[in-house]
């Protein structure tokens, strides 16, 4: 029985270790630059040369990116327009970086490429709502509202029953 608990201790003190591990790993703008860059390499074929510049340009900025997100200060939407600005940078300098057939194919990949950046992951996207759907809505609620007032009146007759 006790080298079942000692067992037991051990599975989980290596499932707490792994946990906290992952919990203090940081990356840094070097790392994030070369993943996107590798992606690119992958994506469009690049030669070494141009994977030298990609590479150089993402790291300029991550660098950027990263000494934003340390100003605590600053305004959300300030941020997301400087992110904006930094992508568009970005975009510029892949123009000069890149050969025309590779540039072609970066700029119909660059929505999907972008998407996983800083600002798409805030961006709030407004939805017009047709009148189906408002109908469909206000169905919703009058039926959560029938729901709410069927559970009322099932509790109240188990409490007279009590």
Do not use: C, H
Request: charge should be positive.
């Amino acid at each position: 029985m006790s080298k079942v608990k000692v067992l037991v201790t051990l599975v989980v003190f290596a499932v707490l270790l792994s946990f906290t591990a992952n919990s203090f790993a940081v990356t840094y703008p070097g790392d994030r630059a070369g993943w996107k860059a590798d992606y690119l390499w992958k994506k469009l074929k690049l030669t070494n040369d141009e994977y030298t510049k990609v590479y150089q340009i993402f790291l300029d900025y991550e660098f950027k990116v990263k000494d934003m997100k340390v100003d605590k200060n600053a305004d959300k939407k300030a941020k997301v327009e400087k992110m904006k600005k930094l992508q568009a940078d970005v975009d510029a300098a892949m123009t000069k970086a890149l050969p025309k057939e590779k540039l072609d194919n970066y700029n119909k990949m660059k929505e999907k490429f972008w998407k996983k950046s800083w600002v798409a992951k805030r961006k709030v996207v407004k939805k017009e709502t047709t009148e189906t759907e408002k109908k469909e809505e206000v169905k919703k609620d009058v039926k959560k509202e029938e729901v709410k007032k069927d559970v009322k009146k099932e509790e109240k007759k188990e409490e007279k029953k009590k």
